[in-house]
């Protein structure tokens, strides 16, 4: 089980790792007060695949976990 959990945490990071970022963060050092934070901005193609997918797996780790501690 805690090798599953390795697994699923090293996939984690990766697919997270691979997101890119809503705004320019060299932006926000020059100055630029228009960050677009709260732009309501949609995944297409791609982007939606890897935000589901770090959703998944992110929601499979907490399972993990709670899994994990209650059995040991």
């Known amino acids: 089980m805690k090798v599953l959990l390795l697994i699923v945490s090293v996939l984690l990071i990766l697919i997270s790792l691979l997101q890119g970022g809503k705004s320019d963060a060299l932006s926000a050092f020059t100055g ?9 901005v949609k995944e297409r193609g791609p982007e939606k695949v890897i935000s589901i997918m770090t959703m998944v797996l992110g929601i499979l780790f907490f399972a993990l976990v709670i899994i994990i501690r209650i059995t040991e």
């Not at 630029?32 to 309501?40: E, I, P």
């Open 32 to 40: 630029n007060t228009d960050l677009g934070l709260f732009q309501n």
